[in-house]
C-alpha cells in the first residue's frame, strides 16, 4: 500500500512538470528525496495552512514550479497520502536505522568478545604450546647428555681395545723368536716337537686375536660415528627448540599495547613453511628412538669388546701356560737325555780306561814272550849244530818245537787280541766322540729353550694383554 501511495505519488509530479510549456528541463527542476531520518515530530515542522488553495500554493512554491501548473493541482486526499506516507517511511527508515544501530553495536560487543576470546584462546594455546616444546626440548637435553656420556664410555671402550690390540705384538714377537731361536738346535735335536707346534698354534690365535680385536675397533668407529650423527641431530633439534621457545615466549608476552607491532598483509604466505603437530613430534620422536637405538647398540658394542678382550686373553694366557709347560716338559727330555748321555760317557770313559789298561798288559803280554821265543830258537838252533847221528829227534828236540810253537802261538793270540782290543778302543773313541757332540748338542738345546726361549717369555709376566684398569 506504502509503496503504491508512493509510486502514485511521485507519477502526479512528473505528470505536472511534463505538462508544463516551459522548455525547463527534467535536470533544472529540483527532485523529491526521501528522507534519511525522520521523527514523530514532523508535523510541528511543517507549516499551517488556512484553505485548500494555500495548501496547494505552499506546495507549489516548496517543489519551485512554475505559476501556470497550478491547473494541475491535487488533490488534498493525494496530499494526506502523501504526507502520511512520507511519515511512515521516516518511521519505518527510523526504525531499521534503530534496528541496524542496536545490532552494529551488538555486532561490535560480539566482535570484541570472540576478538578477546580468541586472543586468550590463543595465549592459553601459546603457553600449551611453550608447554610442550619445553618438554621435548627437556627430553632432547636429556637424551643428548647420556648419548655424550654413551659416547665418552664408548671411546674409553675402543680405546682399551686398541690397547689390547697394541698389547698382542709383544706376544706375537716373542713367539716368533722363540720358533726363530729354536731353529738354531742341531743335528736330531731340530725337531718338530710338541713345544713348537704349541708356539705355531698360539701364533694362529694371537693372529685370530688381533682380526677381531681390529673388527671390534672399526665396529666402535661406526658405532660412534652414529652416535655422533644422533648428537649432531639431537643439537640441531635442540636448537631449534630452543628458537621456538624463545619466539613463543615473546608472542606469549605480547599484548594490544605491546611496541613494534605490524600487521601482516598476507599470513597465508607463511603457511607453505609449516609442518602439522604430529610431524613435529613424529620428527622429534624420530631423534630420540635413533639416539635410543644408537645408545644400546653402543652398550652392546662395549659388552662385545669387554667379552672379546677377556675371552681372547683369557684363551691366551691358557695358551702361553700350556706353551711354557710343554718348554718345561721339553727341558726336562732334555735334561735327563744329556744326564744319560753323560753316564754313558762316563761308563765310555771307564771301558776306555780298561780297555787302554788291557791293551797295554796284551802288550807288555806280548814283548814278554819275545824272550822265551828267542831262548827257545836258540836252543833249538844250537842243538841243530850237533854232529852226525847225534842231531836225533830226541824228547828235547820235541820239547823246543812244541815250546817254539806254543809261543808262536801266544804271540799269534795276543797279537790277535791286541788288534780286537784295538778296534774295541778306537769304536769306544768313536762313541765318546759321539756322546761328547750329543751331550753338546743337547746344552745347546737346554740353553735356546732355557735361557733364550724361557727367559725371553718371562718378559711377558703373563698378565695377558689385558690393558692397565681392567
Known amino acids: 500500500m506504502e509503496d503504491s501511495l508512493s509510486n502514485m505519488y511521485r507519477n502526479s509530479f512528473n505528470g505536472v512538470f511534463h505538462t508544463q510549456s516551459s522548455p525547463t528541463t527534467m535536470a533544472e527542476l529540483p527532485t523529491i528525496r526521501e528522507p534519511v531520518?525522520?521523527?514523530?515530530?514532523?508535523?510541528?515542522?511543517?507549516?499551517?495552512?488556512?484553505?485548500?488553495r494555500d495548501v496547494g500554493k505552499a506546495l507549489l512554491q516548496t517543489l519551485g514550479a512554475p505559476s501556470n501548473a497550478i491547473r494541475d493541482r491535487k488533490a488534498p486526499d493525494q496530499w494526506n497520502a502523501a504526507l502520511n506516507m512520507h511519515v511512515r517511511l521516516s518511521d519505518k527508515d527510523k526504525n531499521k536505522a534503530e534496528t541496524q544501530r542496536d545490532a552494529s553495536n551488538r555486532l561490535i560487543k560480539e566482535l570484541d568478545q570472540k576478538t578477546k576470546s580468541k586472543q586468550a584462546e590463543i595465549n592459553r594455546r601459546l603457553q600449551d604450546r611453550i608447554t610442550t616444546v619445553a618438554y621435548w626440548k627437556q627430553r632432547l637435553n636429556t637424551e643428548h647428555a647420556a648419548i655424550c656420556q654413551e659416547i665418552t664410555n664408548l671411546s674409553m671402550s675402543k680405546k682399551k681395545t686398541q690397547q689390547a690390540l697394541a698389547s698382542t705384538e709383544l706376544p706375537t714377537e716373542v713367539s716368533h723368536n722363540c720358533l726363530k731361536n729354536r731353529e738354531n738346535r742341531e743335528a736330531i735335536d731340530l725337531v718338530q716337537d710338541l713345544v713348537d707346534d704349541e708356539?705355531?698354534?698360539?701364533?694362529?690365535?694371537?693372529?685370530?686375536?688381533?682380526?677381531?680385536?681390529?673388527?671390534?675397533?672399526?665396529?666402535?668407529?661406526?658405532?660412534?660415528?652414529?652416535?655422533?650423527?644422533?648428537?649432531?641431530?639431537?643439537?640441531?633439534?635442540?636448537?631449534?627448540?630452543?628458537?621456538?621457545?624463545?619466539?613463543?615466549?615473546?608472542?606469549?608476552?605480547?599484548?594490544?599495547?605491546?611496541?613494534?607491532?605490524?600487521?601482516?598483509?598476507?599470513?597465508?604466505l607463511y603457511d607453505g613453511h609449516t609442518t602439522t603437530v604430529d610431524k613435529?613430534?613424529?620428527?622429534?620422536?624420530?631423534?630420540?628412538?635413533?639416539?635410543?637405538?644408537a645408545r644400546v647398540m653402543s652398550c652392546l658394542q662395549?659388552?662385545?669388546?669387554?667379552?672379546?678382550?677377556?675371552?681372547?686373553n683369557d684363551e691366551l694366557q691358557k695358551q702361553s701356560e700350556l706353551v711354557g709347560s710343554m718348554f718345561r716338559l721339553r727341558l726336562k727330555e732334555l735334561t735327563t737325555a744329556k744326564t744319560n748321555l753323560d753316564g754313558q760317557l762316563e761308563k765310555t770313559n771307564q771301558e776306555i780306561s780298561c780297555v787302554?789298561?788291557?791293551?797295554?798288559?796284551l802288550r807288555e803280554a806280548l814283548r814278554s814272550k819275545d824272550g822265551p821265543m828267542k831262548v827257545a830258537t836258540t836252543r833249538?838252533?844250537?842243538?841243530?849244530?850237533?854232529?852226525?847221528?847225534?842231531?836225533?829227534?830226541?824228547?828235547?828236540?820235541?820239547?823246543?818245537?812244541?815250546?817254539?810253537?806254543?809261543?808262536?802261538?801266544?804271540?799269534?793270540?795276543?797279537?790277535q787280541q791286541i788288534a780286537s782290543a784295538e778296534e774295541t778302543l778306537h769304536r769306544l773313541l768313536k762313541n765318546k766322540?759321539?756322546?761328547?757332540?750329543?751331550?753338546?748338542?743337547?746344552?745347546?738345546?737346554?740353553?735356546?729353550?732355557?735361557?733364550?726361549?724361557?727367559?725371553?717369555?718371562?718378559?711377558?709376566?703373563?698378565?695377558g694383554f689385558r690393558p692397565a684398569g681392567m
Open 433 to 463: 766322540e759321539r756322546l761328547q757332540q750329543d751331550i753338546e748338542i743337547k746344552k745347546k738345546s737346554i740353553q735356546i729353550d732355557e735361557q733364550q726361549c724361557l727367559r725371553l717369555r718371562k718378559t711377558l709376566s703373563w698378565r
Open 302 to 312: 662395549r659388552e662385545l669388546n669387554d667379552f672379546s678382550i677377556n675371552k681372547s
Open 280 to 293: 613435529h613430534e613424529s620428527f622429534s620422536q624420530d631423534n630420540l628412538e635413533k639416539s635410543e637405538i
Open 356 to 361: 787302554e789298561d788291557s791293551l797295554h798288559q
Open 199 to 268: 708356539l705355531i698354534n698360539e701364533l694362529n690365535m694371537l693372529s685370530e686375536v688381533q682380526k677381531l680385536l681390529a673388527t671390534r675397533i672399526g665396529d666402535s668407529d661406526q658405532r660412534l660415528k652414529n652416535l655422533n650423527d644422533c648428537k649432531s641431530k639431537l643439537e640441531y633439534d635442540i636448537r631449534d627448540k630452543e628458537e621456538c621457545l624463545r619466539l613463543d615466549e615473546h608472542c606469549y608476552k605480547l599484548n594490544n599495547g605491546s611496541a613494534g607491532l605490524q600487521q601482516v598483509a598476507q599470513p597465508t
Open 37 to 52: 531520518q525522520m521523527t514523530s515530530a514532523y508535523s510541528s515542522v511543517l507549516p499551517s495552512y488556512g484553505t485548500k
Open 380 to 415: 833249538f838252533a844250537v842243538r841243530s849244530k850237533r854232529p852226525n847221528v847225534e842231531q836225533t829227534r830226541d824228547y828235547v828236540h820235541g820239547g823246543l818245537l812244541s815250546e817254539i810253537n806254543d809261543i808262536s802261538g801266544s804271540q799269534e793270540a795276543l797279537k
